[in-house]
């Protein structure tokens, strides 16, 4: 499963007060000289690797799978009905042929309209968890870009500002994704309680 693009740039800019930098000019001077630090994430990646995206992305699995295997059955049939036709090229009636190559359209067209279906029902799906998840996400990386000195972050899954290159040293995904996962655990699947005897 796709999952929604989300183009998002976390930016922290740390400047000293104006008291403080009157009475220590030096040592502001110096800090506002110091090296920009900047790191990139996946923010897509972030969401998909973590324990809250994983579990959503399986729930919806478990949503689709009826419409999935249907879809499968429908391809499976369109599969076999070339392969008849194939095989009976010299050997059927014309009429067979034409009652085959109209069975083969249908079926094709329906495969057709219920793949877009499945698909547009996934999507809009998928958004919903991104769209849920991008918020904590975006907190999630402030937190971690401020307390470790960083002044920008960068989306690398970004399509409508593509970085050409980062090294992999100044890529935080991994590190975000841990700490998304310690503030927002995902919740443990519930497993239904066994009915008691009744006495």
Same mark, same amino acid.
Do not use: C
């Given at each position: 499963?796709? =999952?929604?693009?989300?183009?998002?740039?976390?930016?922290?800019?740390?400047?000293?007060?104006? *008291?403080?930098?009157?009475?220590?000019?030096? @040592?502001?001077?110096?800090?506002?000289?110091?090296?920009?630090?900047? %790191?990139? !994430?996946?923010?897509?990646?972030? !969401?998909?690797?973590?324990?809250?995206?994983?579990?959503?992305?399986?729930?919806? +699995? %478990?949503?689709?799978?009826?419409?999935?295997?249907?879809?499968?059955?429908?391809?499976? &049939? !369109?599969?076999? =009905?070339?392969?008849?036709?194939?095989?009976?090229?010299? @050997?059927?009636?014309?009429? *067979? &042929?034409?009652?085959?190559?109209?069975?083969?359209?249908?079926?094709?067209?329906?495969?057709?309209?219920?793949? +877009?279906?499945? #698909?547009?029902?996934?999507?809009?799906?998928?958004?919903?968890? $991104?769209?849920?998840?991008?918020?904590?996400?975006?907190?999630?990386?402030? #937190?971690?870009?401020?307390?470790?000195?960083?002044?920008?972050?960068?989306?690398?899954?970004?399509?409508?500002?593509?970085?050409?290159?980062?090294?992999?040293?100044?890529?935080?995904?991994?590190? $975000? $994704?841990?700490?998304?996962?310690?503030?927002?655990?995902?919740?443990?699947?519930?497993?239904?309680?066994?009915?008691?005897?009744?006495?």
């Amino acid at each position: 499963m796709k =999952i929604r693009n989300a183009a998002i740039i976390s930016l922290a800019l740390f400047m000293a007060g104006p *008291a403080w930098a009157q009475t220590r000019p030096a @040592t502001s001077r110096a800090s506002n000289d110091a090296p920009t630090k900047i %790191a990139v !994430i996946n923010f897509q990646g972030a !969401i998909a690797q973590s324990a809250e995206g994983k579990q959503a992305m399986q729930q919806l +699995q %478990a949503k689709f799978a009826a419409k999935t295997t249907d879809l499968q059955n429908l391809a499976n &049939k !369109i599969q076999q =009905i070339q392969k008849q036709a194939q095989d009976g090229a010299n @050997t059927l009636s014309d009429a *067979a &042929k034409s009652q085959m190559a109209q069975e083969y359209q249908l079926d094709q067209r329906q495969y057709q309209r219920k793949q +877009q279906e499945l #698909q547009q029902e996934e999507q809009d799906a998928e958004g919903d968890v $991104v769209d849920s998840m991008s918020l904590k996400m975006q907190k999630v990386i402030n #937190q971690y870009a401020i307390s470790h000195g960083y002044s920008l972050v960068l989306d690398t899954s970004a399509q409508s500002m593509p970085i050409l290159f980062a090294s992999t040293g100044v890529d935080i995904t991994d590190a $975000v $994704v841990k700490l998304y996962d310690q503030t927002n655990p995902a919740e443990a699947a519930k497993t239904p309680a066994s009915p008691k005897n009744k006495k």
